[in-house]
């Protein structure tokens, strides 16, 4: 699961300016709160470790050995923003809080990793206030304080430095005008963004209220930091643990070995069983090598998580003993087609509802990759694994999910355009499976006269000089666009906020929201935001979704899927819902 | 001689500016002419979430609002007088030669190239001396045995050699031998262990990667010493040689071989030099971190400072190989003289 961006730092006024990702010497003993094994464990068959544990042990020992097809953005936990990188951070560093190491929906729940507790908001959720477990120590022995914590999120901010990150402490934090980060900014009082009253206490102040800021301190850059050993871009050579495994070697562009921390202590962190003696990790390995030797049980886990590649589909699928050792979780990226308004005659609702009916969903599945290695056919925007997820179909396609005719016609007909009408559909064309999608879209909705013409522009200006920017688009009846989106953690906030609020829509171009502009949405994102009730906020997210929906702004395409192998050698195997893969801290060797 | 190798040096250095130029050209040149823009170009090397600004900035810190010359004169000083890194924390010196710094691992480029060089030549020379032992022996005894059963089979499998992918032929040998079925050997694959670190496990974790690569030009080789063979054992020389009474062996190795070996030599400094320059599709099916490897990695990601530092060191590596073949000419053929 790689969750790509496509974006820059976008704004919404004062209030949202989000950088999302688019398209995307250990003990003896478990702590008693991991994952637990059950005695039986879930049975060895196909998804079998989509809600349970598959083989189940509670057995330390051994070294797992997982491949890279690409390399890390970075290993520094404040320069990554991939999503398999923040599943195998947990191994060598400790965040305030973290997702549960567990399978099924649990996963997706927060849980303190560094901090006591879950943060204390205070009543306008402007501020959040942490406190730190003592007795936590860097591999080094030295103690950790909430100044490392401070430190390790105040240097993620430069963005000179440390590039591949994400910037929402950026965005949401109280910071001093003009501030860079420690290296440039040196000497420059921060306490009005993070006070630091004591070693075990830290205190976040923001500029907006932010309701679910839980999420912000699961991030990797909440993970210390020693000021003393920090040496910038050169940091991610020899990053000073604070988890369960500490780098023995580190090889940029060929690979790591991790092996134990002497000094992480288990009564501290109830979270990792941390079974295995160590990892060894290769990066740059071809990715069809990758897949047999998973196959064959001569390599562990294919870390990036997306699921094995085509030439071995057949294999896995074909063979109900190795079907039965995999598992096909669905992600939280949408595919998806963006109906822009501002292009006429999609200005008209009516007709971008009969391009919702005429499309062909299972060719559009089927450019993505098919059921089982493409994904799920999407029905409305939020992806299952996303709180207020609800299954609803405004548009439905007919039985065989190949597209109402009648209905398209009906609608076509009402807006003015009952013999259809002339538009241009953008993708991206490093990418043939949007230029699949766009074809099959250009087949279906030829079907009632729809007619399509492919335009494919270059993936790294799409949304700043082509499809994303509003009179480009609209001068170039780019009416329909290829898109896709992937939220940072599993919640409406992280999947929403770029990609259906109108004020993230900027002329100059960049946006990944090409289509959605109603100010009811902002206003319901607007009370998301500002909702401290958990329930109450995931009941605006479904209404968003539905709102979104109901204006017929985007044709949802798929929810993704992958296919993934489990290793013939590791115990302890489930999928973690918040990052779509197997969950790293959970496994062990047999 | 000792002018003649001066003058091929100094042809060389020309050789290796001109390369330098046209590959900065290539990727600095090109996309302006396309209409790519200072901040276009410096979007890939900032985040995936940067703003405007910040694209600014770093179009700024990169120099692309610079006239092209001054960048390429950036880039040809950093070569010859190093350059300097901001790392954050402080300023680091990058020694001459600096091909400048991976904006995405953040590692000087040099460093990274001088380690990949044990990869890639283990197996270029590994196996340059399988291919040109099992090419040319065949090749001979192909000449020799004209029409036999054995020029027949050897030549058939050579054309297969000549014909079949590297990815393909690289891809069967690890589905047999390294996947463990059908056959329950385990070779390693996707490793690579210094050669001064164990030899053993150097030459077991080479020995696929070697035949497959050996196969390819092997066969290649048999055809090319087949054919020269043929022609030089018609010569006048041979067979005055066997009317002097000399064996046969004698003929055919001291006689015959040699004369047939001057475009066997050519070709296979060609080869080595571009091998050692990097065996791209064969580091990538088995995964070795060679320089091949490098470059597609870096051509994947558009690393360009890594694209550069690879190319100008491949190119190297064929302008050297080249000098050596030619001063080699003058010890096989004692008709060449280098003036």
Redo the contacts between chains.
């Keep these: 699961m790689k969750r790509r961006t496509t974006t820059g730092a976008a704004a919404v006024g004062a209030v949202l300016a989000l950088a999302l990702s688019a398209c995307g010497g250990g003990s003896s003993t478990t702590p008693k709160d991991s994952a637990k094994p059950a005695a039986d464990g879930a049975k060895a068959e196909f998804n079998a470790a989509l809600t349970g544990i598959v083989n189940p042990s509670d057995k330390k020992g051994g070294v797992l050995k997982f491949a890279n097809e690409g390399d890390w953005d970075s290993l520094d936990p404040g320069d990554t923003y991939y999503g398999y990188s923040w599943n195998f951070v947990r191994l060598y560093g400790r965040s305030l809080l973290m997702f549960k190491s567990a399978p099924g929906k649990e996963g997706n729940e927060l849980t303190p990793d560094l901090a006591e507790g879950m943060g204390t908001p205070s009543d306008d959720a402007k501020t959040w206030t942490y406190k730190i477990k003592s007795g936590v120590k860097f591999e080094d022995g030295t103690p950790i304080t909430s100044k490392d914590v401070k430190y390790g999120v105040l240097r993620s901010l430069d963005k000179e430095v440390f590039p591949d990150g994400y910037t929402y402490f950026n965005d949401f934090l109280d910071l001093p005008k003009d501030y860079k980060g420690p290296y440039k900014s040196k000497g420059v009082n921060t306490d009005k963004a993070i006070e630091t009253p004591d070693d075990q206490t830290i205190v976040f102040h923001l500029k907006q209220p932010l309701s679910n800021f839980d999420y912000f301190a699961q991030l990797p850059a909440t993970i210390p930091v020693p000021e003393a050993k920090d040496t910038g871009a050169k940091y991610r050579e020899h990053i000073i643990a604070s988890g369960p495994y500490m780098f023995q070697k580190n090889e940029i562009g060929k690979g790591f070995t991790l092996v134990r921390n002497p000094n992480w202590d288990p009564a501290t962190d109830p979270n990792r069983p941390a079974l295995p003696d160590g990892f060894e990790v290769s990066t740059n390995v071809n990715a069809d090598d990758i897949d047999n030797r998973i196959l064959s049980g001569d390599l562990d886990v294919a870390v990036i998580g997306t699921g094995i590649k085509q030439a071995a589909l057949g294999r896995v699928l074909g063979d109900p003993a190795v079907k039965a050792a995999s598992d096909n979780p669905t992600s939280t990226r949408l595919w998806y087609t963006s109906i822009n308004g501002n292009v006429p005659p999609l200005d008209n609702i009516d007709c971008r509802k009969a391009v919702q009916y005429a499309a062909n969903k299972v060719d559009y599945q089927t450019a993505f990759g098919g059921e089982v290695a493409g994904g799920q056919i999407a029905t409305s925007l939020l992806p299952p694994a996303i709180p207020g997820h609800e299954d609803f179909n405004l548009y439905p396609p007919g039985a065989d999910n190949k597209g109402d005719l009648a209905k398209a016609k009906e609608h076509l007909t009402a807006c003015g355009q009952p013999d259809g009408f002339e538009t241009n559909i953008s993708y991206r064309a490093e990418r043939p499976n949007e230029k699949a999608a766009a074809e099959a879209l250009q087949q279906a909705l030829g079907r009632v006269g729809i007619k399509l013409t492919l335009k494919p522009f270059p993936q790294a200006d799409y949304f700043a000089l082509y499809a994303g920017k509003p009179g480009y688009a609209k001068d170039n009846k780019i009416g329909l666009a290829q898109n896709g989106w992937m939220s940072d953690w599993p919640d409406g906030f992280g999947f929403l906020g770029q990609i259906v609020d109108s004020r993230v829509i900027r002329d100059t171009g960049g946006s990944s929201n090409i289509s959605v502009r109603d100010p009811e949405v902002d206003k319901l994102l607007d009370q998301a935001m500002a909702e401290t009730d958990k329930t109450k906020r995931d009941a605006i997210w479904t209404a968003i979704d539905k709102k979104v929906m109901e204006g017929a702004y985007i044709l949802p395409g798929i929810w993704t899927k992958s296919l993934l192998v489990r290793s013939k050698n590791a115990t302890n195997i489930f999928v973690n819902d918040a990052y779509g893969m197997y969950d790293y801290l959970g496994l062990g060797v047999k | 001689m000792v002018t003649y190798i001066i003058r091929r040096l100094i042809w060389a250095a020309a050789m290796l500016t001109i390369v330098s130029i046209v590959t900065f050209a290539i990727f600095f040149l090109v996309p302006r002419l396309a209409g790519a823009t200072p901040e276009?170009l410096a979007?890939?090397?900032?985040?995936?979430?940067?703003?405007?600004e910040?694209?600014k900035?770093?179009a700024e810190?990169l120099g692309f609002y610079d006239p092209l010359v001054v960048q390429y004169g950036r880039f040809a000083k950093g070569i010859v007088a190093g350059s300097e890194y901001?790392?954050?924390?402080?300023v680091?010196q990058c020694p001459a030669p600096c091909f400048g710094y991976s904006f995405?691992?953040?590692?000087p480029v040099w460093p990274?190239l001088l380690?990949r060089v044990p990869v890639t030549m283990s197996l270029a020379l590994g196996a340059a001396v399988i291919w040109v032992l099992a090419g040319v022996a065949t090749g001979v005894v192909s000449a020799l045995r004209r029409g036999s059963f054995f020029d027949r089979a050897a030549m058939t499998v050579a054309l297969g050699g000549v014909s079949l992918p590297i990815f393909f032929t690289g891809?069967a040998s690890?589905?047999v031998f390294?996947?463990?079925?059908p056959f329950e050997i385990?070779a390693p694959?996707?490793?690579f262990t210094p050669f001064f670190e164990n030899p053993v496990d150097w030459a077991y974790s080479l020995i696929l990667p070697w035949i497959t690569l050996a196969f390819l030009y092997a066969a290649g080789y048999a055809r090319l010493t087949r054919a020269g063979m043929l022609e030089t054992m018609n010569e006048d020389y041979i067979r005055t040689a066997r009317a002097k009474g000399l064996a046969e062996r004698t003929v055919v190795l001291k006689h015959g071989l040699r004369g047939a070996l001057t475009p066997i030599l050519t070709i296979f400094g060609l080869d080595v030099g571009l091998l050692l320059g990097g065996a791209v599709l064969t580091e990538?099916?088995?995964?070795l971190?060679g320089m091949g490897?490098?470059a597609i990695?870096a051509i994947?990601?558009q690393d360009l400072p890594k694209v550069m530092g690879v190319v100008l060191f491949a190119a190297f590596f064929v302008v050297v190989a080249n000098l050596i073949v030619d001063l080699l000419y003058a010890v096989v053929d004692p008709r060449v003289r280098l003036s």
């Design positions: 276009s979007t890939r090397y900032v985040g995936r979430t940067a703003n405007a910040q694209v900035i770093a810190k901001d790392y954050g924390p402080g680091e995405l691992t953040r590692l990274d380690d891809m690890l589905v390294s996947y463990g079925y385990t694959g996707g490793s990538s099916t088995y995964s971190p490897k490098y990695d994947n990601s």
